[in-house]
């Protein structure tokens, strides 16, 4: 199967095009929408969600990403293959977050006209004749390697979060992405966490570890781990982006109440 995720909204053709275009190589390939509505050219909310969906698809899946703000510069265009799964999309860390946690067997920049929609694609949407067709060739039985030159695995480009640091109180971390609800997924996971209360401090706001969202009264900020197994931070009923100021990178901290070393 295919999945897609773009920062296309559902307002115009663009998705229904990729179908259709992945439908013209590969007519039977089940394709599910992981989600269209990344917001505009936010590589890292690309990445995050797409680390999060990955473990929930079976051996052999093409997770095709189309958050694309630099198409037709000087970004590459790639194919990356994992055990157990394919990678298509633009070489701009979209793609970091698996492959931190996933070997990469190998890579290729997809530069072979012949598996393209038209040798002259356009410019400003290689979603539609690159990428598209390189899934749906993929799907259809294409080796990778048939698909573009061989790149080095090591050179794929990285969307840097600094991983969690030690302090004196506790652990730093950063907040990786904001999701829907307004909420802050932070770069600590849930295994940082043992049977000791916690907070997280950010800035001059303490919050309590808790396990659910109405553990604290209406509007009143949390941290809890959330069903993707990171920290994250919220509002009981409220949008804690909003009201806290919250932004991708802004530091963290997770800290033991009871520790006074």
């Known amino acids: 199967m295919i999945t897609l995720m773009t920062d296309f909204g559902l307002q115009d053709v663009y998705v229904g095009v990729i179908k259709g275009v992945i439908a013209s190589h590969s007519p039977t390939t089940p394709l599910i929408d992981l989600t269209h509505n990344i917001a505009p050219q ?12 990955f473990p929930y698809f079976p051996p052999g899946t093409i997770h095709l990403v189309i958050v694309d703000p630099g198409v037709g510069g000087h970004r590459r265009a790639i194919a990356v293959q ?16 698996v492959c931190d946690d996933y070997p990469v067997l190998q890579a290729v920049e997809l530069d072979r006209p012949l598996y393209w929609r038209t040798p002259t694609p356009s410019p400003t949407f290689h979603g539609r004749d690159i990428f598209a067709p390189a899934a749906a ?25 600094p991983p969690g640091q030690p302090t004196d109180r506790g652990i730093e971390g950063c907040i990786q992405a904001i999701d829907h609800f ?60 909003a009201v806290l100021g919250l932004k991708v990178g802004q530091k963290i901290q997770l800290i033991w109440p009871q520790d006074h070393h």
């Open 182 to 241: 307004g909420n802050a997924i932070t770069t600590l996971p849930s295994s940082r966490l043992d049977n000791r209360p916690w907070q997280v401090q950010l800035g001059a706001t303490v919050m309590p570890g808790v396990t659910t969202y109405s553990s604290v009264p209406e509007q009143a900020p949390l941290a809890l781990v959330g069903s993707h197994g990171w920290i994250e931070i919220a509002l009981n009923q409220g949008r804690a982006e």
């Open 137 to 161: 060739h993929l799907a259809a039985g294409v080796p990778l390697t048939a698909l573009g030159t061989p790149i080095s695995p090591t050179s794929l480009k990285r969307l840097e979060l």
């Open 42 to 53: 936010d590589c890292y909310g690309a990445r995050f969600q797409l680390l999060n969906a």
């Open 82 to 97: 994992l055990a157990g799964a394919y990678l298509v999309g633009p070489d701009n860390g979209v793609f970091s977050g």
